[in-house]
């Protein structure tokens, strides 16, 4: 295809471009500088982009660090349960991370998710549960439970519909590990393992002498040979 081919091309595609696309993306710019501008987060990196329908509250800000180049998708949801306590972030979204929209973000303790981290639509993280030990009372009056931390690390790839639940302790996903769509993980996954399942069980890992992904029957046969 020549020059003029290529501008015509490119010609076409703006023509027939939605212009409302135009003012979401400006909304969207200006949504994000005026959070930038006027909400305490805890940190506010460089190129963080926030969708207008994503919710974080002024109070949950205070408790909120994100990174450079974080991008938040639509109608997320960063929601902090305990207001008060510690001042350090109980919601991090290290650099490069990618939400997807619908996904929600819930910390009572520390959800960390380390740089690089991609969210698919509709992933949920909760540090803890709500309180229903008691049978007399109506489980939305009881509060939650004490819970646990998550800590994603970097280059992670939660698919969409994954739940990660920590009841208690603290529970990790390694580094450059991958949770199938639909997946509930509520243990800790190693480093480079594809998991999937409710509850999720790791169905590959990285061989670093083959240089593959391996069920982990072939990953354990050739350790013992």
Known sequence: MDDRQNSASGGSSRRHADPF????KAANKIHTEWLRATYPFHTFGRG??????AEISRAAAHHV?????VSIGKDV??????????????????NGCRIGRRATIS????????NDVLLAPSVLLMDHNHEYSDI???????GVTAGGTIRVEKNCWLGYGAVIFCAAGELIIGRNSVVGAHSVVT????????????????IKQYDDVTGQWVRPVALSAEVSS
């Open 21 to 24: 696309s135009i003012f979401l």
């Open 187 to 202: 243990k800790s996954v190693p480093p480079c393992s594809v998991v999937a399942g409710a509850p999720a069980k790791v």
């Open 107 to 114: 910390a009572r303790n520390s959800i960390v998710l380390e």
């Open 48 to 53: 963080v982009s926030i969708e207008y329908s």
């Open 136 to 142: 007399h009372l109506p489980i939305h009056a009881q």
């Open 77 to 94: 949801w960063l929601n902090i349960v305990e207001l008060a306590g510690r001042v350090s972030p109980k919601i991090s979204l290290g």
């Open 65 to 69: 660090g994100l990174g450079d180049g």
